[in-house]
């Protein structure tokens, strides 16, 4: 075989403890796929030769392993059990990163859209897109959350999405909200002049939610808001494969916190929530901003959102980093530093936290965008916008936090 | 509202770090819920006041705060999401426990079976039951397996469960592989009089898996083998529920090992393992055991099998804990020490690994398992049997363990 890994997936571990790292590796790459060679006839070894694991590279603590693709199907339950499964709970442990080859990668879906078609839809190929949050959505009445999707519309966001919380939806139900919200969105658009995509919360039994979607699909939903962990990434894969349902698929990162934070356990924030997020077909994926109060190694956050965009990696479509949580309009240029013009910005307290209120907010967020991509300073652009003045005047222009009641 | 919770879920975490306790405590109270009443007028207060979360105590780092029902499905994705998935990604916190009222809990599956109804089925009222493992499944032809599946049923085992990794069964068809297994059980059960159930591993789109299961169950399927975490706990819950799908569900815990070992973040394992999995409906749980290589503590390990059997705890019919890992014959009186006889003896090496084959393997334990219901030692037991005469010799009858690469 040599070493030619074109029929493997290359899982990399980072072990803790001490010890025999090679033996480890070995017994790894065994137990893991087809058991242990002891007690095996020399014959049946040789018909699960190309079933078993390989050490492909042993670093100290950080190990390789090689897991034959003939034990596996191209979804994220077979590739997370074989990879991780088991051996999850093998002591100190950390899935760092996988590694698909080509062929295997070209099966799972990716995106169904991407930037470049999601910049499509909404006509703005020149600058980052504004995404705006309600601030709260459960315990709201219908009339009270159109309004407040009115409000944030005005301020010419490019996506307004539900708070991922909202499940127990019976005051404003899911398709009764839908044509409320899309209603708003048009009448916004009236005044404004701008499209703003809805991404309504997709909750429901897993087993229905790409029937709920299609439904919602032909009602007019124009983008899905989906909790990937909680639900597990096998619905957003078929969310992503299903040819009826045509519109961004948003990925809210809930529960990853619980996956990502250790240094010894756990799966790596950038594999976790760029390469699986892509690979299962998320058009937008929201993480932890490097700025905020729940925040991300910078170096990490870059590495993750490197992994949504970058053309090389991966064979799919390439989606949109939102790095989220404590943004407001003094940040976005720092932001434009570090993620540059294909990312979303995306605020919840900076926006309703604006003192002219949530279009107000969406307007100094949208000049600082503009200033941003012309490379004018946020002060000299404020003098010609007083919605910005005041978000500067609320919040600094550095990367200060703003109260962690705002974030989301 | 006074101290009355019933209209909450409780929460209850650990958080790291230092600070402001009662601050933060309320701060997550809010933010997780209704965002933050700085703002808001006092008539819109008011009409959240229902819908905010409330601290419930506040001990240093461990505190508890209650989640307004009326925010909140039935479901997992929901809890989960409502109690920890943004705030998991908000520093040093672990979720430590749920507390679920129980109308709440009630609205949870639960086991469609539970101890008492698969002890029917099996006719087994008066001992732990058996469980062995496939040594591997990648890679065998239908005949292998089957011839695996045979020997496995010889030994007087009453389950056997596919290895959790069988994804690609191109060579052993979940249809055909159904049906081969059935007839070799029939088989055994013409030499044996002994019942064995095959917990074949359910896999496969996430949307389909219902469909999938029930046509199993046509074809004579009599247990279900599910990899919880990988496919999103709302699968196990709706296989549960269904009233087609009339066989029992074995929970493997594949991939909680990147949820539940860290000090500092993520879910403990009674909690994830025990509370949770009981709560969406496993008949069995299988979960590290406290003497392999993958252990847990004992303490841990007896809360998880506890809240999984516990009368008191949840309304739901009583799920079978499987200590799994490093099992062999000589740790049996240790087992039922520990767990009692509601408990389900799952070997894979030390079944397969014993020198008389896998039946004999199967043997051992049995034997194993009949004198320690009848209180005799096991070195006297050996003595009217040769097969846990070679198990003592192989593997000795303390807690010592067995290779790492036979466990499962």
């Known amino acids: 075989m040599g070493e030619n890994w074109n029929d493997y997936v290359i899982a990399t571990y980072r072990l803790g403890g001490g010890g025999d790292w090679t033996k480890k590796a070995e017994t790894i790459a065994l137990g893991m796929t087809v058991g242990s060679w002891p007690g095996l006839s020399a014959a049946r070894q040789e018909s699960l030769q190309r079933h078993a694991g390989r050490v492909v590279t042993v670093d100290a603590g950080l190990i390789r392993i090689a897991y034959p693709l003939a034990n596996l199907t191209p979804d994220l339950p077979s590739l997370l059990t074989a990879t991780f499964?088991?051996?999850?709970?093998?002591?100190?442990?950390?899935?760092?990163?996988?590694?698909?080859?080509?062929?295997?990668?070209a099966a799972f879906p990716g995106p169904k859209l991407g930037v470049e078609a999601v910049r499509e839809r909404l006509g703005v190929h020149d600058r980052p897109l504004l995404m705006s949050i309600f601030k709260s959505c459960v315990g709201l009445t219908l009339a009270e959350l159109t309004e407040g999707f009115f409000q944030q519309a005005l301020g010419g966001v490019d996506l307004i999405k539900d708070d991922e919380i909202f499940f127990n939806d019976t005051d404003a139900p899911f398709e009764r909200r839908l044509e409320a919200c899309l209603q708003a969105a048009e009448r916004a658009r009236r005044e404004t002049g701008q499209i703003v995509?809805?991404?309504?919360?997709?909750?429901?039994?897993?087993?229905?939610?790409?029937?709920?979607?299609?439904?919602?699909?032909?009602?007019?939903?124009?983008?899905?808001?989906i909790n990937v962990l909680p639900y597990g990434f096998d619905l957003l894969h078929r969310l992503a494969e299903d040819?009826?349902?045509?519109?961004?698929?948003?990925?809210?990162?809930?529960?990853?916190?619980?996956?990502?934070?250790?240094?010894?356990?756990?799966?790596?924030?950038?594999?976790?929530?760029?390469?699986?997020?892509?690979?299962?077909?998320?058009?937008?994926?929201?993480?932890?901003?490097?700025?905020?109060?729940?925040?991300?190694?910078?170096?990490?956050?870059?590495?993750?959102?490197?992994?949504?965009?970058?053309?090389?990696?991966?064979?799919?479509?390439?989606?949109?980093?939102?790095?989220?949580?404590?943004?407001?309009?003094?940040?976005?240029?720092?932001?434009?530093?570090?993620?540059?013009?294909?990312?979303?910005?995306?605020?919840?307290?900076?926006?309703?936290?604006?003192?002219?209120?949530?279009?107000a907010g969406g307007r100094a967020f949208r000049a600082a965008i503009a200033a941003s991509v012309a490379c004018i300073p946020l002060e000299e652009a404020a003098m010609g916008s007083s919605d910005l003045r005041a978000a500067l005047d609320q919040w600094g222009s550095g990367k200060a936090r703003i109260p962690k009641e705002f974030s989301a």
Do not use: C, W
């Not at 950390?94 to 080509?102: G, I, S």
């Open 243 to 359: 040819s009826e349902i045509t519109v961004p698929l948003v990925a809210h990162p809930a529960l990853a916190g619980a996956l990502y934070p250790s240094d010894d356990y756990g799966i790596a924030a950038p594999l976790l929530l760029g390469t699986l997020m892509r690979l299962a077909g998320a058009d937008l994926v929201l993480f932890p901003s490097p700025y905020g109060g729940m925040a991300l190694e910078l170096s990490e956050a870059l590495d993750l959102a490197e992994r949504l965009r970058d053309k090389g990696g991966l064979p799919h479509r390439r989606s949109f980093p939102v790095p989220s949580a404590g943004i407001h309009p003094g940040l976005v240029p720092h932001m434009m530093d570090d993620f540059s013009l294909d990312v979303v910005v995306n605020a919840g307290g900076g926006i309703h936290g604006h003192p002219g209120g949530a279009a």
């Open 85 to 105: 499964g088991k051996l999850s709970m093998d002591g100190k442990i950390r899935l760092v990163d996988l590694t698909l080859p080509p062929t295997f990668a």
């Open 197 to 225: 995509l809805y991404a309504i919360n997709l909750t429901g039994p897993v087993h229905r939610l790409p029937e709920k979607a299609r439904r919602a699909v032909q009602l007019g939903a124009n983008a899905l808001l």
